[in-house]
């Protein structure tokens, strides 16, 4: 019977997502690859015979109030505060009412509508421990990001992780069913920093979307989006602020001028995104860095563009730098090299997972300028092939289809032990 009940694949989940809705387009506000990984995740859900209904807070009034993305794929939006964006700090006074939503809607729905609740960071997590209790049914959390790992080290600039997210996310933890982390290093910090029982984390990783990302026509993809055809390009792909280091990436790319000023005639840093947290205190800051440093003819800003354009960037890029004080994972690293194009990341959180250090790309220690510098100058040499050889077949090794089965994995152990549970209860 123990092993029947383990078995059983849900019929229905509710996810949640209150802070930011995977209908947003990442690279801005408070989008980013959480919203690319509970999109395609749900789609593959539901594609495995899962249906999923995502709710997030309504932030336009012009809103309707649920969209059916594809058959088995619903996002929600519940009146939650002002519509409005808002800044996260300010969103735990709105959890009460955005709970209130979910329980009304679901009060709406025969018993027992949903099998089970999958929240995705502490804010959807302490509406989730509500839900499921009320709901009687198992709570599977996913961190994405966690506040004990982030303030052990801090960008210039940026500030700790409140007190409040800490205590939330312990509580979150303490109370979920199932954890599911990014990587084997991010189940490490749950367990270590959050006293998370091992045995309740499960590993799984994120994916990428391998058709829309693929190798192309580098010459191509530059005429396209108006770069040189000989130009040495470095790409950075996400939300400007401390925390994802784009600065780092500005004063290498001065300290490689200043080392090699023939670089000046064809050296590009596309930087690929729009302000976000505390970069939304300065948004020009990067701009004004780069004007500092002296190298502002050399700095591209582009706009946040779909996944179309984006791949583009990718093809057009000799690499793609990610340079994040903490990342759970790196969707983006994967993403450029599902393009052949290699990455010199941080050594940080989940990147060592995300890139092949020497293989697919470059891991760089630490955040100093001039060791990113030197790292950089590895990708104006003959090395940049060998390592967009390796580009593509690592990034491969990552696909949504993988992922929705392991959490599908991860929510048949999460219901068959809660009925398992209800069964010992009933014979006692």
Known sequence: MARHLRDITPRRAAVLSLHTSPLDQPGTGDAGGMNVYVLET??????????????TRAVNS????????????????????????????????QMCAFTAGLLRFEAGRPEGWFDLVHSHYWLSGQVGWLASERWDVPLIHSMHTMAKVKNLDIAEGDRAEPRIRIIGEEQVVDHSTRLVANTDEEARQLVELY???????????????????????????????????????????????????????????????????????????AICGGPSGSGLEHPSALADLARDLGIADLVRFEPPGDR???????????????????????????????????????????????????????????????????????????????????????????????????????????????LLDAVAAGNR
């Not at 690293?333 to 052949?340: D, F, T």
């Not at 390592?387 to 289809?401: C, D, T």
């Open 62 to 93: 012009s809103l309707p109030h649920r969209v059916e993305v594809e058959p088995g794929v619903t996002v929600t939006h519940l009146r939650a505060g002002p519509f409005e964006e808002l800044r996260k700090e300010e969103l735990p006074g």
């Open 308 to 418: 179309e354009r984006l791949a583009e960037w990718f093809r057009a890029a000799d690499a793609t730098v990610v340079p994040s004080y903490s990342e759970s994972f790196g969707l983006v690293a994967v993403e450029s090299q599902a393009c052949g194009t290699p990455v010199v990341a941080a050594a940080v959180g989940g990147l060592p997972t995300a890139v092949a250090d020497g293989r697919s790309g470059i891991l760089v220690p630490g955040h100093d300028p001039r060791v990113w510098a030197q790292a950089l100058r590895r990708i104006d040499t003959p090395e940049v092939g060998l390592l967009a050889a390796g580009a593509r077949s690592h990034a491969e090794q990552f696909s949504w289809a993988r992922t929705a089965d392991g959490l599908l994995d991860t929510y048949r152990a999460a219901v068959g032990g809660h």
């Open 195 to 269: 006293d998370a029982p091992a045995d309740r984390v499960d590993v799984v990783h994120p994916g990428v979307d391998l058709e829309n990302f693929t190798p192309g026509d580098q010459e191509a993809a530059r005429a396209a989006l108006g770069l040189p055809a000989h130009a040495l390009v470095l790409l950075f792909v996400g939300r400007i602020q401390p925390l994802k280091a784009p600065d780092v990436l500005v004063r290498a790319a001065a300290d490689m001028v200043s080392e090699d000023p023939s670089l000046r005639e064809r050296l590009v840093i």
């Open 42 to 55: 749900s789609r593959r859900l539901a594609a495995a015979g899962v249906e999923v209904e995502i709710f």
